[in-house]
């Protein structure tokens, strides 16, 4: 599983129950805001990669995954059955709530960092769930 922000709060929560659950995690974090000691209790787990290196950083991304080849944003959510935001960062912000619902097969998504309109995804038709606000759908 590719987590983007992962030395954050929300991102190494979501870490914490990957490997829990036994799940290979390659974490991007360019560390702008995060910071490597969140990730400290893993640092010995042969299941957790970590790379310091934004994921708008397209070269790192393709090479660091096999099965994922994107030309932007858009593309990481096309024909997924779920996304999980967990950074802020400006490529993410762009992400429209029709392009959820458009590219996605199942357009459910978790927005950690609340940056998107909840009202904008539930006319879209996409179940959000909003960090600190619930369910919305």
Not at 73 to 82: G, P
Request: with cysteine.
């Amino acid at each position: 599983m590719l987590i983007p922000g992962g030395a954050g709060f929300i991102g190494s929560h979501t870490i914490d129950a990957k490997l829990q659950e036994n799940v290979q995690t390659l974490v991007l974090d360019g560390l702008s805001t995060g910071a490597y000691p969140t990730l400290a209790d893993h640092k010995r787990d042969r299941l957790l990669h970590f790379v310091k290196e934004t994921v708008s950083n397209l070269k790192t991304v393709t090479k660091l995954t096999t099965s994922v080849e994107a030309d932007g944003t858009s593309e990481c959510v096309e024909k997924t059955h779920c996304c999980i935001l967990v950074a802020e960062w400006g490529e993410f912000k762009e992400l429209t709530a029709a392009s959820f619902a458009e590219e996605m097969n199942r357009p459910i998504a978790t927005d950690g960092r609340r940056v998107h309109d909840v009202n904008l995804f539930r006319k879209a038709g996409t179940s959000l769930l909003a960090v600190g606000l619930g369910r919305l759908s």
